[in-house]
């Protein structure tokens, strides 16, 4: 009787779902990166032997153009290491802006969001004159007010 890891390993072999060993190759390399060019690449593929790199953000181009020896080190270790990576094999380093990246987590995005606290104390004088004008500072005070106490 055939265990489930060995049905597994079979199907993964199949023409089908090799997509899937291949996304299990790109996962590899891309562990094998330092945490900034992780966060700076959008995703990575292989064609015509060119290891093709897309980044999330143009910003990132000039730094992974100068380590690209280090992309090449790292893909050689990798298929050296992992036979089954053999078609990540490039002679080439492309890499380029992507427009399609990951969407940030939630709750990194919360994190983001700077929060400030009310630096004005609402203490001006209210002009005579115009009351339309008085009740707009009034509520102007109010707003100030009540953004104090939210940040406390």
Do not use: W
Request: hydrophobic content about 40%; proline content about 6%.
């Amino acid at each position: 009787m055939k265990t489930a890891q060995s049905l597994l390993a079979s199907l993964v072999n199949t023409h089908r779902f090799r997509p899937l060993s291949q996304h299990r190759c790109y996962r590899k390399f891309l562990e094998l990166l330092p945490p900034r060019f992780r966060e700076a690449i959008a995703f990575v593929t292989v064609k015509n032997r060119q290891l093709m790199v897309a980044l999330s953000h143009p910003g990132y181009k000039m730094e992974l153009n100068y380590n690209q020896d280090l992309l090449k080190s790292l893909l050689s270790s990798l298929i050296a290491q992992s036979p089954e990576c053999a078609f990540m094999a490039a002679d080439r380093v492309v890499i380029f802006a992507s427009k399609y990246h990951s969407m940030p987590d939630e709750e990194r995005a919360d994190e983001t969001i700077p929060r400030y606290a009310e630096a004005a104390l609402g203490e001006f004088r209210l002009p005579d004159t115009d009351p339309r004008l008085r009740e707009s500072f009034q509520k102007i005070r109010q707003l100030i007010l009540r953004n104090r106490e939210e940040h406390r």
